[in-house]
């Protein structure tokens, strides 16, 4: 007897377990950092190169649409930074029992949330 195959994979009625979605995210953010790496140590060495290349540096910052970039890139930092140590704890056997998992992933949520709104508060 043949199973019927699914036609198509409806990707928004699809829901992740809360651990999945931080694993996805886990990945994105990796990826995210991995492709602004250059342009941010590129524009880290411009700041230091001359007092105008700093004053440079300066006002291109006081734009609204880098400081968003910027602030997801703080996000993607602290997330991947979290979600990274909760799988060095998962993968030394601490917290893999199911409830603790979500936990641990709900807290990753929370943490990186809480850190990117409050640093980037102190930095905007």
Do not use: C, N
């Not at 105008?52 to 300066?58: G, H, L, V």
């Not at 930092?77 to 060095?88: D, E, K, M, P, T």
């Amino acid at each position: 007897m043949v199973k019927p195959r699914p036609k198509y994979l409806d990707l928004i009625r699809i829901r992740l377990p809360v651990p999945g979605l931080v694993s996805i995210l886990h990945r994105i953010s990796g990826a995210a950092l991995f492709l602004f790496l250059g342009l941010l140590l590129w524009l880290f060495e411009q700041s230091l190169a001359t007092p105008q290349s700093f004053d440079a540096f300066k006002s291109a910052l006081a734009h609204p649409l880098v400081k968003l970039v910027l602030f997801g890139l703080l996000w993607a930092f602290l997330h991947h930074l979290f979600a990274g140590i909760r799988y060095l704890a998962l993968d030394l056997h601490y917290g893999t029992e199911l409830a603790q998992a979500r936990a641990s992933s709900y807290a990753v949520f929370a943490v990186s949330l809480v850190l990117t709104v409050v640093l980037g508060v102190k930095l905007w």
